[in-house]
């Protein structure tokens, strides 16, 4: 690793723990990967790095966006923004740049507006999605985990792009059973190399079960999974399993995970 690199890096990294303090924190001083929180106007974006050994002088660092509350196109356009400040700072260390960058953005973040659609005459009344010939990755449904008449299920597939994962969420709906789950909580994370560097485009849905997407989004981050969809339905059977449903959840992820062929060894 070129000694320049090092002592930029070093000193990078201590500025940034200097400025932002609690909100920086140091996920594995090994690999050289950190994590900070930026928060602004009730939001906040968390944002994860990986310094590689030949940044800042060749490469950009490597990165991913967690926000679940940010609606896709948000994303996209943040991602914009990042890879726009390195390709003007190329060669320079631009951590700082990108907090900043996604500071602004969140100073001046405005939610996508939603079209409103007047139905036509005559209105559709219902959908049949079994109807629907939909071309999407293929599904690996895992075992069923039950306790105390609630059950978990699992479902995993291979997705290349947003697009993918919407054609396995509606897919999955075509099964009446899954339909009418009472959660069907997910989570993602896909890969997207350029000629910028490495990124990582992600996000969850709890579905009415609170935290859930984000712990099976984390689990994802800690397996370092790519290109990997996960769906986890729960049908509650009237008993609350208080903290032990967040167990079932995270083992019904990594087990179909590994039964799709996806867990990464």
């Known amino acids: 690793m070129d000694t320049d690199n090092v002592a930029k890096q070093a000193e990078e990294v201590e500025a940034l723990s200097s400025i932002y303090g609690d909100d920086w924190m140091t ?11 930026i ?3 009730k939001n906040d974006v968390l944002l994860y790095v990986t310094l590689p050994e030949n940044y800042p002088s060749q490469s950009p660092p490597k ?3 967690s926000a679940p509350w ?3 196109k948000s994303k996209e356009k943040l991602h914009a923004a990042l890879d726009e400040v390195y390709l003007e700072n190329i060669g320079e260390m631009v951590l700082f740049q990108w907090v900043e960058k996604i500071r602004e953005y969140l100073q001046t973040f405005k939610p996508a507006a939603v079209e409103k659609i007047e139905p036509k005459s005559p209105a559709v009344e219902s959908l049949d999605l079994a109807l629907l010939d939909i071309n999407c990755p293929d599904i690996t449904h895992g075992e069923v985990i039950a306790d105390r008449k609630s059950t978990f299920q699992g479902h995993a597939a291979e997705v290349q792009s947003i697009e993918d994962v919407n ?5 999955l709906k075509q099964n009446k059973k899954i339909l009418n789950a009472t959660h069907n ?4 994370r896909i890969e997207r190399k350029t000629a910028k560097g490495t990124s990582i485009l992600q996000d969850c849905d709890d579905d009415g079960e609170a935290h859930a997407g984000g712990r099976m989004l984390h689990l994802l981050q800690i397996l370092d999974q790519k290109n990997t969809l996960v769906v986890v339905s729960r049908w509650y059977g009237g008993i609350q399993l208080g903290p032990d449903r967040f167990r079932h959840i995270n083992n019904a992820t990594r087990q179909v995970i590994q039964q799709a062929g996806l867990l990464k060894k």
């Open 70 to 72: 940010m609606d896709r």
């Open 27 to 37: 996920e594995s001083a090994e690999t050289r990967s950190y994590r900070i929180k």
């Open 167 to 171: 054609a396995v969420l509606t897919k």
């Open 39 to 41: 928060e602004e106007n």
């Open 63 to 65: 990165y991913e966006l």
């Open 185 to 188: 909580m997910y989570a993602y």
